[in-house]
């Protein structure tokens, strides 16, 4: 399994990114798929969650109305739209194959992660 999160970078206060999720050599479309992030000396933490056919969707309250997630099952590939960025979304952000369709909060309903990438918001 090869999850591959990629799109994060550096950016200023108030600025976007657009997180990638892909899975190589299997389709996702029958998971939920979710976002968590992790920043130093923080524990993991919920971001975002769809399901596998896009209609049920999860937020954690610090990114509601800031992020959007969404999925093209035909490109096997969910993304992670992120607006008015904020200095403390700094963080390394994980997607995460859910082990049934239907998103989750919790990180123990996930079988298998990406390795991250590194998001940073300068003030």
């Known amino acids: 399994v090869q999850l591959q999160a990629s799109g994060g970078g550096l950016v200023q206060a108030g600025g976007s990114l657009r997180l990638s999720c892909t899975e190589r050599?299997?389709?996702?479309?029958?998971?939920?798929v979710g976002w968590f992030r992790q920043a130093p000396g923080q524990e993991r933490e919920f971001v975002a969650a769809i399901s596998w056919r896009g209609e049920s969707t999860l937020y954690q309250d610090f990114v509601k109305g800031r992020f959007t997630i969404s999925r093209d099952n035909r490109k096997n590939t969910v993304y992670l739209q992120m607006n008015s960025l904020k200095p403390e979304d700094t963080a390394v952000y994980y997607c995460?194959?859910?082990?049934?369709?239907?998103?989750?909060?919790?990180?123990?309903?996930?079988?298998?992660w990406g390795q991250g990438t590194q998001v940073t918001v300068s003030s």
């Open positions: 050599r299997r389709t996702f479309s029958n998971n939920g």
């Open positions: 995460a194959r859910a082990r049934s369709s239907f998103p989750s909060r919790n990180p123990s309903s996930y079988s298998y």
